[in-house]
């Protein structure tokens, strides 16, 4: 027989039972025509048309397949009756719905197999190499009985193994319990084990069933056992493959498991692979359908335990190809977004050092690899420092202080763009780090510029002066806001950067708002005296001289107002009804 060939599969040949591919009102329609026949039945509530009527634990809960699944799983003939899933008082009252917390705690349990989709038919193959080794005689099969979950449904597979003939002869039947076909099972029955090896779910339901269950085919089908008699253990004497536990622990970072699910499977993990080709088929495998490696997921769910482990496991292998090391450490999305944007934005230092420290020790030195490490943009372009920058994680920017060295990049274009990190609006982060207060950020940020050796004066006035569209720089909410911290990080500036332009200093100094009011008007009228006190340091350290002409400013015969309380055209803010003389 061509293994090759995928109608063996099908009707025609003659070995598989399946339902007919019709459209849903025909289908009621059938099945209507089969309960007249059959009076244990022949209410209509008692047709199984998925979530339609109440589970027995209140009325407002519906039937869902894992209900209908998760009965038959318990029911301990091997040919259980179908027709005693249609007693609503039979159903359990907790179900498996999809995406509550049961079902996620269903596919993360320890005795459930977490399996490819193209896999299954090996899986099932090596499930009924198993049963063989039960006790079989002639009449007295071995069983087991398999939920599998896709990303929105719940069904039931059932596999036996059974003598039959003279001299005996193995048959092997795999039967599919579609809650929403329940008038019948799909069967499949083969002397030929090997025939089982490609069976995919495809080819035990109607098309258009098949394609409603997996428009967004799943990652991995979840498959929970339960065994015939005989069978107690079966669970334990099947151990994981390396590809399962790969996806095993990819469906766990994706959906948030805890970090003892996460802690647990990281263990057997290291228990199972030591030799580097293990490794390798490991990270193959550690990826989803649509390529999503789980690296990626480690980092953008808060796991960076399980990034620092997953590094040392790959360490350990020895691999020495920078394909697979520029492929593991990027980690990028279906967006092509690398896993460090994640890392720099939601503030993962400790994950950042880690990855930072294997690309060193990887030996790669290809710039371009390291530019989109550590670039590391959003489909719009905008750097995942960016949002470090916002957010204020200092200490994420601070791990960055190394890449000067283990990076060798000279280029200083790309070290602009990672200081400036704009967004699409192109304001740089700092604009937000000094407007928000994030003063150990902005130290970090000017220490990181510093060792960049960026000597351009234009990059520096970018980087301070920080703009919103509306030409207001970060410096002017820092004073309105009181942020004296902010400004003083900017002292150590006046003499790391070396500029000796007075209209960069004087720009910065006096940060005016849209309207021509500096910040310093804000900063005095609301009492912010820590802050007044840093912006006049820094005024001093910026060297601009002559400040009575400069700073001051005469508001009438034999009076002197600070320069900061007049706004071109008005009278001096002292003057103004509202001002409290703070």
């Known amino acids: 027989m061509d293994l090759g060939n995928p109608d063996i599969f099908r009707p025609s040949a003659g070995i598989l039972k399946q339902p007919v591919k019709i459209t849903d009102n025909a289908r009621r ?39 209908f699944s998760g009965k038959l799983m318990t029911q301990k003939d091997r040919k259980p009756s179908l027709t005693r899933l249609f007693d609503p008082a039979l159903l359990p009252g907790e179900g498996l719905g999809y995406g509550t917390p049961e079902y996620q705690a269903f596919i993360r349990t320890a005795s459930t197999h977490l399996i490819r989709p193209a896999e299954l038919g090996t899986w099932i193959v090596q499930s009924m190499k198993n049963l063989e080794q039960m006790p079989l005689d002639v009449g007295q099969p071995q069983w087991m009985r398999a939920m599998v979950i896709t990303n929105n449904h719940g069904m039931v597979i059932t596999l036996e193994v059974k003598k039959y003939g003279d001299p005996p002869t193995l048959r092997y039947v795999v039967r599919l319990f579609d809650p929403n076909t329940t008038h019948e099972e799909s069967r499949l029955a083969t002397d030929n084990l090997a025939e089982l090896q490609n069976l995919q779910l495809r080819d035990l339901l109607p098309g258009d069933l ?15 056992t339960t065994a015939g008699q005989g069978c107690a253990n079966f669970e334990s004497s099947q151990p994981r493959s390396i590809s399962e536990l790969s996806q095993r622990l990819w469906i766990g970072l994706r959906q948030k498991a805890t970090k003892k699910e996460i802690d647990s499977t990281l263990s057997e993990i290291d228990n199972r692979l030591h030799s580097p080709v293990a490794i390798r088929e490991f990270f193959q495998a550690f990826k989803g359908q649509g390529g999503i490696p789980g690296l990626y997921f480690a980092l953008e769910n808060g796991h960076p335990g399980a990034v620092d482990r997953l590094l040392k496991l790959a360490k350990a292998s020895g691999i020495r190809d920078e394909n697979f090391w520029k492929e593991l450490l990027l980690a990028k999305d279906p967006n092509a977004v690398p896993v460090m944007y994640f890392a720099l934005a939601n503030g993962h ?8 420290q294997q690309a060193a020790a990887s030996g790669i030195r290809d710039e371009s690899f390291w530019k989109e490490l550590l670039l590391a943009k959003d489909p719009n372009g905008v750097p995942g420092m960016y949002f470090a920058l916002v957010n204020g994680h200092a200490d994420t920017v601070e791990k960055l202080l190394q890449l000067p060295t283990a990076s060798g990049i000279r280029d200083e274009s790309f070290w602009k763009a990672l200081l400036l990190a704009k967004n699409s609006d192109g304001i740089p982060g700092m604009y937000f780090a000094l407007a928000n207060g994030h003063a ?51 002292l150590q500036l006046a003499k790391a950067s070396g500029i000796r332009d007075e209209s960069l200093w004087k720009e910065l100094l006096l ?14 009228v609301d009492g912010h005296a820590d802050a007044v006190e840093k912006l006049l340091q820094l005024a001093a350290a910026s060297g601009i ?32 009804p509202t001002f409290k003389g703070t």
């Open 29 to 67: 329609s059938k099945i209507n025509a089969y309960y007249k026949g059959r009076p244990d039945l022949k209410k209509r509530s008692n047709i199984n048309l998925n979530g339609k009527y109440p589970c027995s634990s209140t009325d407002t809960t519906k039937a869902v397949c894992a209900h």
């Open 349 to 356: 230092a400790d994950a950042v050092e880690k990855l930072l």
């Open 545 to 576: 001289r002559h400040p009575g002409r400069k700073f001051l400013e005469k508001t009438g015969p034999g009076q002197i107002q600070h320069w900061s309380f007049r706004m071109a055209g008005d009278k001096p803010y002292h003057e103004w």
């Open 440 to 490: 150990d950020t902005v130290e970090k940020l000017l220490q990181l510029a510093t060792a960049s050796g960026i000597r351009d004066e234009s990059f520096w006035k970018e980087l301070l002066l920080a703009k919103d569209p509306n030409g207001v720089p970060g410096m002017y909410f820092a004073l309105v806001n009181g942020h004296a911290d902010a400004v003083e990080k900017l």
């Open 511 to 524: 940060a005016k708002n849209s309207n021509g009011v500096p910040g310093m008007c804000f900063a005095l």
């Open 210 to 224: 098949y394609g409603s269950y997996t428009k967004e085919m799943p990652e991995a089908l979840a498959i929970s």
